[in-house]
């Protein structure tokens, strides 16, 4: 059998729907085009003869005119992609086919099945999801079409406005199908669908529109051909991993394990959606699976996939695979820490697009206002790699800029009092120049690339190469692909490259000159962008940050080692000098991150591994935390002070509502600090007879006094309530010891096996063919069948063991980050099993900043 790779897998699953996308506008949605830009999909979809790819949330009118293939006929049909629910896409769809009016042919994919649907919460839609949201659909256009005006322009007329479907009307709540009808205009175009396949005749146009819903399962986002994430806008990785519940930590991460079962009825959507996509994915990779899990929430999801497997893979033959499902909330430690990882530094680094919807329109219904938000707003995974630097011509720019200096010169200089002609002429000339040259540049600064993890050199995936590497390495190669290409491409240098760890003036004498010219631009645009990504992450701005965070991260494992009070002063420092951050970055006109400086957020999160560190090496003390009550007091206090010096910077959640109240506090200080001074002498005139008039006033003034120094007394007592809540939530993390039960009978060097991720150690012991505490191994019907039937007659089931499968897939519920990644196929090597084809999968792709929202942010369960 051949090898497992999951864009040869997705690119394949575009082809088998050809025969749709042929002479189609194709309409993408958020989730969908962060997938299709990580596979390169757009360049197939103009192979398979699409007319246009365009986006469905920002779709215009003007779509229907565009054409790839320059057939000059109207678009009569559309293919609309979308990695949500078919109940969150509608108002999308209604609105595309309202516009484009010329239409007769849709056909809408869903990487949600019908049983997903079916199962999620509050959802409209029953068993047979696609045939009632055709049939619902149906009914909306039917509704709209009688409130809507006939018009009497001809099917293929011109004569569009923009006014149809009004952009912001009726977008601003949306609960269900129904609500959508009332979100478009009265003047809108109406569009019925089909029922069934059946055929309904158009009020206004007399067009027939035939509609068709179908799965379309493969929407991820690979990293590499076995590493793979979820779209960061699609249904799956916006469902909620959590409700409210003593043990959650945050909505977008699983509950912390306790051992006990949970309840059908506490069943999040995120368990269901998770399930139900790894069940498709492994049903189109032609696998089947035996399951392993570890963790509460992954062995919810491991008996969905069990209950699943037994009702449709009876019968089939497909290739074994074992799949070990883990939650996050398990290791903590690994996605908030700053490792040695060149692709955690250039997610982290770059900045990412903007997300194209927003999900404050979301209304929720009354049981999910009690058990938390509906949905998670995840950060979009496509980052924006600067290349401005790198493909401008600063020769041009510069001769540019001279032209225009010495028009702008000549003119000044001339009579200003004979206004000739030709000086009008040239005044025109030169603000032209002008407006030009400000648009190439504002159009040169907002220049950028992506990642498409398809692109190969000489075979190999630049990405998979990459994560596999530590930062060193990583740039290395780099520069070893930058050389090959410019060889390649018969580029000479002018400069000497020296051997080893290049630096970032290095890397940019190697890929300007390779993406000087247009035809090597193209032709080696991913190296181009992996290089130009390498240089923005390394620079010296974000070099600093990572280090001190690196360094403090060390520091803090090395006082874990030692005593919890070491550890705890430590922390009171780390935050105690995060007060100090602002004033001195504002006072310099500088930036923290430039000096490698840590801000308060920064210092919360580091505050966060400190616990995660002091719950797997120190024994509960009184307080319910690890440290005693006077070691938090001082950690608690240096909190309260950093926030007051710094109110602006702490916008989290557990200070929600007293942002207000901290500025007005510093504002006051301030002012309060200015009016201080020498004391003035008393004269004759401070006892003039007038000032008997206001002898009461001292009264007065006392009582406003009285009045301030109360609020100032009430915000800190507040403020430390809120501080204490925060601890609560830090003994909560403490407590999560899904780490230390793995080290338990290994015999490998503390101190090197200890640094290792969760994901790391696992492998090792499964491989070891060690028992793993609280794996548990999810029999099928059959296997069932022989523990509690025939086991009595001593016919009874092999153990199963996940190193005897030649394929292993790992996902990680809550997301991944790049150490990880390159630990776990470190791990393969280690234990002589390189031959295991790994696969590698999550919610996300984490970065500590990500960590730090989950766990601080809107999404945390403080």
Not at 27 to 46: H, K, M, V, W
Not at 785 to 806: C, P, T, V
Request: proline content about 4%; overall charge negative; glycine content about 6%.
């Amino acid at each position: 059998m051949g090898t497992v790779d999951v864009i040869k897998c997705c690119l394949d699953s575009i082809r088998q729907i050809s025969d749709d996308i042929k002479d189609a506008i194709i309409y993408l949605d958020a989730g969908s085009t962060e997938s299709f830009q990580f596979i390169g999909a757009f360049p197939l979809f103009l192979e398979l003869g699409a007319r246009a790819v365009c986006s469905l949330e920002n779709m215009s009118i003007l779509d229907g005119v565009v054409d790839w293939n320059t057939t000059f006929d109207p678009a009569r049909r559309v293919v609309v992609i979308t990695s949500c629910l078919l109940s969150d896409a509608h108002r999308y769809i209604l609105r595309c086919l309202s516009k484009l009016q010329t239409v007769r042919h849709c056909v809408i994919f869903t990487s949600i099945s019908e049983v997903a649907h079916s199962a999620y919460p509050d959802s409209p839609l029953g068993l047979d999801a696609f045939r009632e949201y055709k049939s619902l659909l149906l009914q909306d256009y039917e509704e709209h079409a009688k409130k809507c005006p006939t018009n009497s322009r001809e099917p293929g007329s011109t004569e569009f406005t923009e006014s149809i479907v009004p952009e912001e009307e009726g977008w601003s709540q949306l609960s269900s199908i129904e609500d959508d009808v009332s979100a478009l205009d009265d003047n809108s175009d109406a569009r019925v669908s089909c029922k069934d396949d059946s055929i309904v005749q158009s009020e206004d146009a007399g067009q027939k529109l035939i509609v068709f819903v179908l799965h379309f399962p493969l929407i991820l986002c690979p990293l590499s051909p076995r590493v793979f994430v979820l779209p960061s806008e699609g249904s799956v990785a916006e469902a909620c991993l959590s409700t409210e519940h003593e043990n959650s930590i945050s909505y977008g991460l699983p509950p912390l394990s306790t051992g006990t079962p949970t309840d059908a009825d506490d069943i999040s959507p995120g368990a269901t959606l998770t399930a139900q996509f790894i069940y498709d994915l492994a049903l189109k990779m032609d696998l089947k699976l035996e399951i392993f899990s570890l963790g509460d929430f992954s062995k919810t999801v491991g008996k969905l996939l069990t209950d699943m497997s037994s009702l449709y893979d009876v019968g089939r033959r497909k290739r074994s695979a074992g799949l070990l499902l883990i939650d996050r909330s398990l290791d903590l430690l690994t996605p908030c820490c700053h490792g040695d990882s060149l692709v955690d530094r250039i997610f982290s680094s770059l900045p990412r697009r903007q997300r194209t919807k927003s999900l404050n329109h979301v209304r929720a219904s009354q049981s999910q206002l009690i058990k938390g938000p509906v949905k998670l707003e995840r950060a979009p995974l496509d980052v924006q790699i600067p290349l401005e630097n790198i493909v401008r011509e600063e020769e041009s720019k510069n001769s540019n800029f001279q032209l225009l200096e010495s028009i702008q010169a000549f003119l000044h200089g001339w009579n200003t009092t004979a206004l000739d002609t030709k000086v009008v002429e040239l005044v025109k000339f030169s603000d032209r120049l002008k407006d030009e040259n400000s648009l190439q540049h504002s159009e040169s600064e907002i220049l950028h690339g992506s990642f498409v993890s398809a692109e190969k050199f000489d075979g190999t995936p630049y990405l998979e190469a990459i994560l596999q590497r530590r930062t060193k390495d990583g740039s290395i190669l780099i520069k070893k692909w930058l050389q090959e290409s410019l060889s390649q491409e018969k580029i000479s240098l002018d400069t000497k490259i020296h051997p080893g760890f290049p630096s970032n003036l290095e890397l940019q004498n190697l890929v300007k000159p390779l993406a000087k010219r247009r035809l090597s631009l193209v032709k080696n645009k991913g190296i181009v962008q992996l290089a130009a990504a390498t240089i923005h992450a390394l620079d010296e701005q974000h070099t600093a940050s990572w280090d001190a965070f690196s360094s403090a991260e060390k520091i803090l494992h090395v006082n874990a080692g030692d005593t919890s009070q070491s550890l705890a002063a430590q922390i009171s420092d780390l935050i105690n000098k995060s007060a100090f951050v602002g004033p001195q970055a504002q006072k310099h006109n500088k930036t923290e991150a430039s000096q490698g400086l840590v801000t308060l957020q920064d210092a919360l999160l580091l505050t966060i591994i400190g616990y995660i560190l002091a719950g797997e090496n120190f024994p509960t003390s009184g307080s319910g935390g690890p440290f005693s009550w006077q070691e938090e007091h001082f950690m608690k206090e240096a909190i309260v002070d950093a926030v007051l010096e710094n109110p602006a910077m702490a916008k989290l959640k557990f200070l929600r509502g007293l942002s207000e109240e901290l500025e007005s506090n510093l504002n006051k200080m301030k002012s309060d600090e200015k009016k201080e001074g020498p004391s003035n002498q008393l004269d004759d005139a401070d006892f003039d007879d007038d000032q008997w008039d206001s002898w009461g006033d001292e009264d007065a003034d006392k009582d406003t006094n009285k009045e301030q120094a109360f609020s100032d007394v009430q915000l800190k007592l507040e403020l430390r309530d809120r501080v204490d809540n925060l601890f609560k939530f830090l003994h909560k993390l403490s407590s999560s010891k899904g780490n230390t039960p793995l080290r338990e009978g290994i015999s490998f060097n503390y101190d090197t096996y200890s640094s290792k991720t969760l994901l790391s150690k696992l492998l090792t012991r499964v491989l070891s063919k060690l028992d793993v505490p609280g794996l548990e191994y999810h029999s099928s019907t059959v296997g069932r069948l022989f523990k509690s039937g025939f086991g009595r007659f001593g016919i009874g089931q092999a153990k199963r063991s996940l190193a005897d499968q030649n394929v292993i897939l790992v996902f990680v519920i809550g997301g991944i980050n790049g150490l990880e990644v390159r630990e776990a196929q470190e791990a393969l090597i280690e234990n002589g099993r390189p031959d295991i084809e790994l696969i590698i999968g999550g919610t996300t792709f984490l970065t500590p900043n990500d960590m730090r929202e989950l766990l601080l942010g809107d999404s945390s369960c403080i």
